[in-house]
């Protein structure tokens, strides 16, 4: 472990605190859910340079484990910030309502539709912007539909709430937000009485006797809306800038040398949108020779860890990859999000050849999630 001081272009942290950057080390933290408990960190993220001396972070009463009845739009009531008795219920419940495998082979036929779709007619009207007009709807529109709502409302608000993708009306935004959140609280009275083969049918149905609340239920899906629709579109746009940027990636696509799951497994390793996840110390021990107080502060960084995965001494390939992270708290969704990123890979390829319209794409920082702001590409025939 080392101290962090910065995590990306522009990024400090208003405190300093311990970071863990090797691949093993940061897998053991995030296994080891007893010792190294969940924790909100992220209001220490500020564009203020870090004060002098190193200081351990000590973590405010309301920052340490967020009450599971806060609500009703609240991602503490999410298995993201659980621990212990409370997350291994959530997680049973969500793992056995979610199906996700089988969403994810059932999703599959209709998310290519439409990446083939708008890509098709993307790339016969010149130069176009992958993130906006392919990366945000097929993301928000499968997320929809698993959950089991019409996709409109949710790619609306993708398109203009700055915690996703858009950023030019904050009136609308937040009236998209407060439309979604009834349509949640709706949608679960609505498939109790009459359940459907989707995620809401089956979270509002509970496990025998065992049930999400259904503000836990509403949060759930909000947090889908956001946070994983965040993480999706910038996967996505990381597939597609792999893809446009190297020809040679695209022949290799094209010739079967290169698979899509392969090279999505590879830009996971190589250009993780969720950078790195908070943690912090139970108790005080000692940690491969470096003492940590209980309640310190620690980050895992995932684009550090992954950065290791080829380096000379290391036995982990890019599969090892720590992007959707590890342990009890893996995200739940991985399968739907790499699914996605396979059938945007075929359509691409199929598509081209395609080349970066731009070959500096910007980008930005969403809370912990970094990848491409806008990503131009055109077809090169």
């Known amino acids: 472990m080392d101290w962090l001081l910065e995590l990306g272009p522009g990024w400090h942290l208003q405190n300093r605190l311990w970071v863990a950057t090797e691949h093993a080390e940061c897998r053991a933290i995030l296994a080891d859910h007893q010792r190294f408990l969940q924790w909100d960190g992220?209001?220490?993220?500020?564009m203020t340079a870090p004060p002098a001396g190193q200081i351990t972070v000590?973590?405010?009463?309301?920052?340490?484990?967020?009450?599971?009845?806060?609500?009703?739009?609240?991602?503490?009531?999410?298995?993201?910030?659980l621990d212990g008795p409370e997350h291994g219920r959530f997680r049973r419940l969500l793992t056995k309502s979610w199906q996700t495998a089988a969403a994810a082979e059932g999703a599959r036929l209709q998310a290519a539709e439409l990446a083939d779709r708008l890509i098709s007619a993307a790339v016969s009207g010149g130069p176009f912007d992958f993130m906006a007009d392919i990366a945000v709807p097929i993301s928000a529109h499968t997320i929809a539909t698993f959950f089991g709502d019409d996709p409109q409302p949710w790619v609306e608000l993708s398109r203009h709430h700055p915690a996703i993708w858009g950023n030019d009306d904050p009136a609308t935004a937040d009236r998209l937000v407060a439309e979604l959140q009834v349509r949640a609280w709706n949608l679960i009275a609505e498939r109790r009485a009459n359940p459907r083969d989707d995620a809401f049918?089956?979270?509002?149905?509970?496990?025998?006797?065992?049930?999400?609340?259904?503000?836990?239920?509403?949060?759930?899906?909000?947090q889908g809306g956001f946070a994983s629709n965040d993480g999706t579109i910038l996967l996505l746009g990381g597939v597609a800038e792999s893809i446009a940027?190297?020809?040679a990636v695209q022949s290799s696509?094209?010739?079967?040398?290169?698979?899509?799951?392969?090279?999505?497994?590879?830009?996971?390793?190589?250009?993780p949108p969720l950078r790195g996840i908070f943690?912090?110390?139970?108790?005080?021990?000692?940690?491969?020779?470096?003492?940590?107080?209980a309640d310190t502060g620690v980050f895992v960084s995932i684009a550090a860890a992954n950065s290791t995965l080829s380096g000379a001494n290391s036995r982990s390939t890019p599969r090892h990859h720590l992007s959707y992270g590890s342990g009890v708290h893996?995200?739940?969704?991985?399968?739907?999000?790499?699914?996605?990123?396979?059938?945007?890979?075929?359509?691409?390829?199929?598509?081209?050849?395609?080349?970066?319209a731009d070959p500096h794409p910007s980008r930005q920082w969403n809370g912990m999630f970094y990848g491409p702001r806008q990503l131009w590409i055109e077809a090169t025939e």
């Open 245 to 247: 940027g190297n020809l």
């Open 58 to 81: 000590q973590l405010p009463l309301s920052r340490r484990q967020p009450l599971s009845d806060i609500g009703p739009y609240c991602f503490a009531q999410t298995a993201v910030f």
């Open 42 to 46: 992220e209001p220490l993220l500020g």
């Open 201 to 222: 049918s089956r979270m509002a149905a509970g496990v025998g006797d065992a049930r999400l609340t259904d503000a836990e239920i509403a949060t759930v899906a909000l």
């Open 330 to 356: 893996v995200c739940p969704g991985a399968q739907v999000v790499t699914m996605l990123g396979e059938v945007v890979a075929e359509a691409l390829t199929a598509h081209g050849p395609v080349r970066l």
């Open 253 to 271: 696509l094209r010739d079967g040398h290169l698979s899509v799951s392969r090279l999505v497994t590879e830009v996971l390793a190589q250009l």
């Open 279 to 293: 943690r912090r110390t139970e108790t005080s021990f000692d940690w491969n020779g470096t003492v940590l107080p």
